[in-house]
């Protein structure tokens, strides 16, 4: 009853930006999206979460991320932001919207009880 689709990878240079968008969409009245956030994969690599923010707001990071990374909502629209700056090669990953309409939130939470969405590619070089 969750569809995710993720859209704003692309290549950049290390220090620079880009923000990632994830619209949600639910089908059924009596269903809410309790928990959302964004995890990356990167090869030869564990999947990693990113960052999360639950039905009130309250967001958390990764440490690798804390400080440059900052996770947002569209309430009216329904949409997730990822906004990341001063991007590091380290970044480089396919990053993941992720939803879970149960069971509470955290970035360190994502795993495979949640809907994921498609994913989009961020690369960033030197």
């Known amino acids: 009853q969750v569809q995710l689709v993720e859209s704003g990878g692309g290549s950049v240079q290390a220090g620079g930006s880009l923000r990632l968008s994830c619209v949600a969409s639910?089908?059924?009245?009596?269903?809410?999206?309790?928990?959302m956030g964004w995890f990356r994969r990167a090869p030869g690599k564990e999947r990693e979460g990113v960052a999360s923010i639950d039905s009130v707001g309250s967001t958390t990071y990764a440490d690798s991320v804390k400080g440059r990374f900052t996770i947002s909502k569209d309430n009216a629209k329904n949409i997730l932001y990822l906004q990341m700056n001063s991007l590091k090669l380290e970044d480089t990953a396919m990053y993941y919207c992720a939803a879970r309409t149960y069971g509470g939130c955290g970035h360190s939470s994502i795993d495979e009880s949640f809907v994921w969405g498609q994913g989009t590619q961020v690369t960033v070089s030197s």
């Open positions: 639910t089908y059924g009245s009596s269903i809410s999206i309790y928990c």
